[in-house]
């Protein structure tokens, strides 16, 4: 069983803060790991994706790799209400096809 | 256009009803999903598509049965469902890459209720 993990929240972070959003995964073959954001009532969509141990930036956003400890991140830096929204971590190996492995989610609330 | 169209948005039917979700992607990808998504459960694959070739098959009840006439063209079709397979069906596109297959881009959903 390909198990990911997260911590389903509520997460609540005032504005201005930085969110840090974790994920765990059992499948030590995964290679490519995936955050998507869903908003209440809509599909998620994909803000990042590595593949490489360590930091990949975009904006106010930076995913954290590290296969070793079997451990994915994402921190939002600068929160704003608009990211307040569920975060889900997908993770998919090189053997495993076109399965993509979910986790549950966490939520995130960005105060005001 | 959107990317990842589905239809219906929402889709109420009795048990005894024969329906269909649609689902177009417009980008250009060769494999397309359907995902279903409960409250408080992890998303789960039901279907995959590679090329028009069924790929995955993840122990989905015959009550749903998928079809894919072509690489941006799939559905879903639905009869003598359960109440508990009302959820947020998903239907998702992905490119082909060196890495298998890349980042998966959804549609919005249809939410099916099953009375």
């Known amino acids: 069983q390909k198990e990911v993990e997260q911590n389903s929240g509520p997460l609540s972070v005032p504005e201005g803060a930085i969110a840090s959003l974790n994920c765990t995964y059992s499948d030590r073959g995964s290679q490519s790991f995936f955050w998507y954001r869903q908003y209440s009532g809509k599909s998620p969509e994909l803000i990042m994706f590595i593949y490489s141990n360590g930091d990949k930036e975009d904006g106010r956003f930076t995913a954290q790799l590290n296969k070793a400890s079997q451990y994915v991140s994402l921190l939002i830096r600068d929160s704003q209400p608009s990211d307040s929204a569920t975060y889900l971590c997908?993770?998919?190996?090189?053997?495993?096809?076109?399965?993509?492995?979910f986790g549950t989610g966490t939520s995130l609330t960005v105060i005001p | 256009e959107t990317g990842v169209t589905q239809t219906p948005r929402h889709l109420v039917m009795g048990m005894t009803n024969k329906k269909s979700l649609k689902c177009e992607q417009h980008l250009g990808h060769n494999a397309m999903y359907w995902y279903k998504q409960s409250a408080k459960k992890p998303l789960e694959l039901m279907f995959v598509y590679n090329f028009k070739e069924q790929t995955e098959n993840n122990s989905v009840p015959s009550r749903f049965s998928p079809e894919c006439p072509n690489s941006s063209h799939l559905f879903l079709h639905l009869h003598t469902l359960q109440p508990e397979d009302s959820a947020l069906y998903l239907c998702?596109?992905?490119?082909?890459?060196?890495?298998?297959?890349?980042?998966?881009?959804f549609g919005e959903g249809s939410r099916l209720t099953v009375l």
């Open positions: 998702a596109s992905s490119p082909i890459t060196d890495r298998g297959s890349g980042e998966l881009f």
């Open positions: 997908a993770v998919k190996g090189w053997n495993t096809g076109n399965q993509f492995y």
